[in-house]
């Protein structure tokens, strides 16, 4: 089945750093990747969209200077952290769209831990 | 603009008791509907999802959810769980093929021997 690869899984830095999160699919093409936001207990907040070869497509709310996304390949976009802050601590996790209608669906990474201190 | 209830926060159950998990969703277009499971500090998994057809759609692990258009729900069930169910379960919808997933508020279940 389909697999999406995130990293690093867990990630601990420094206030004013950033981060770079990694989410590859691994055995189809994603034309469209998703990151989402989960805070302890909490459900999965979209952030952004991401389109291969175009510019992501934020939601309500989320900083796009400070979440910088980079689709450049169709199975590889990134989720960089700039300037982390201890409240951008968090579970962040992707998702990849395969658009196949047979396989249709949404396949998500393990997660990346973010602590900033 | 749609949106997706999941009506319990937490359902304790005894083990090889049946349980139900319950999810509303709105919307004014026809959805794709799908369920989650997620174990501490991983990803999510994928339970089972309806697109079309058959309304009872069966899952891994012995899920199944039935799709009611006339109630907009999209009730998950197993007739007997096991310790190893224990986790939180999401509903989520998208719109149509280019849409985004939304999901609901989550339920944890908590299965008890």
């Known amino acids: 089945g389909a697999v999406v690869s995130q990293h690093p899984s867990r990630v601990i830095c420094k206030s004013g750093t950033s981060v770079k999160i990694e989410c590859r699919s691994l055995?189809?093409?994603?034309?469209?990747m998703f990151w989402y936001r989960q805070f302890p207990k909490q459900s999965l907040m979209l952030m952004a969209t991401?389109?291969?070869?175009?510019?992501?497509?934020?939601e309500q709310g989320v900083e796009k200077d400070k979440f910088l996304i980079n689709h450049a390949s169709l199975t590889l976009s990134t989720l960089t952290v700039t300037s982390a802050h201890p409240e951008d601590s968090s579970f962040y996790i992707c998702?990849?769209?395969?658009?196949?209608?047979?396989?249709?669906?949404?396949?998500f990474g393990s997660g990346t831990r973010l602590t900033v201190v | 603009a749609q949106s997706v209830t999941q009506l319990d926060s937490q359902v304790p159950v005894f083990e090889e008791a049946p349980v139900e998990l319950r999810c509303n969703y709105s919307s004014s277009v026809s959805v794709y509907l799908f369920w989650y499971v997620q174990y501490p500090n991983q990803g999510l998994q994928l339970l089972l999802k309806y697109l079309s057809g058959s309304t009872l759609v069966k899952g891994i692990n012995g899920f199944e959810a039935e799709f009611n258009k006339s109630q907009t729900s999209f009730h998950l069930r197993k007739p007997s769980v096991h310790i190893s169910d224990t986790a939180e379960y999401f509903c989520a919808v998208s719109v149509g093929q280019g849409g985004k997933l939304i999901f609901g508020q989550g339920t944890e279940l908590s299965v008890k021997p």
């Open positions: 991401s389109n291969e070869g175009s510019k992501a497509t934020y």
């Open positions: 998702s990849a769209r395969d658009s196949g209608f047979a396989n249709y669906g949404y396949t």
């Open positions: 055995d189809f093409q994603a034309t469209t």
